[in-house]
C-alpha cells in the first residue's frame, strides 16, 4: 500500500517560481522512480521523471525551467518550477508506477496569473 501526498500549490505572477513536494508514504522509496504529470481538461501528460538513481528527464515544454530531485532520507521528490508560464497552470499530481499498479497523489493546485 503507498499513499502519495503532493503539496506546495498556489498563486504565482508570471515569472514567479514555486516548489511542489510529493512525500511518498510507503516502503523502499528510494527504489523507485518517481514521475510528476499535469492535468489538462482531457490529458494528463508527463511534466518530469527522476528515476530511482536520480536522473531526471523532463517534458520539452519545461525543460530548463523546471527541476526535479528527490530525498530518499525524506521519501519526498521536489519540482522546483522557475520562470513560470499561465500555460503552467493546472492541477499537477505525482506518480509512482509499482508492479504495473499506478499510484496516484490527490493533486495540488498551480495557477500563474499573466
Known amino acids: 500500500q503507498v499513499q502519495l501526498v503532493e503539496s506546495g500549490g498556489g498563486v504565482v505572477q508570471t515569472g514567479g517560481s514555486l516548489t511542489l513536494a510529493c512525500t511518498f508514504y510507503g516502503t523502499r522509496f528510494a527504489e523507485h522512480g518517481m514521475t510528476w504529470y499535469r492535468q489538462y481538461a482531457t490529458s494528463r501528460p508527463m511534466v518530469a521523471r527522476i528515476?530511482?538513481?536520480?536522473?531526471?528527464t523532463y517534458a520539452e515544454a519545461v525543460e530548463g525551467r523546471f527541476t526535479l530531485s528527490r530525498d530518499n532520507a525524506k521519501s519526498t521528490t521536489y519540482l522546483r518550477m522557475d520562470n513560470l508560464k499561465p500555460e503552467d497552470s493546472g492541477l499537477y499530481f505525482c506518480?509512482?508506477?509499482?508492479?504495473?499498479?499506478?499510484?496516484w497523489g490527490q493533486g495540488t493546485q498551480v495557477i500563474v496569473s499573466s
Open positions: 528515476a530511482a538513481a536520480g536522473n531526471p
Open positions: 506518480n509512482v508506477r509499482l508492479s504495473d499498479t499506478d499510484s
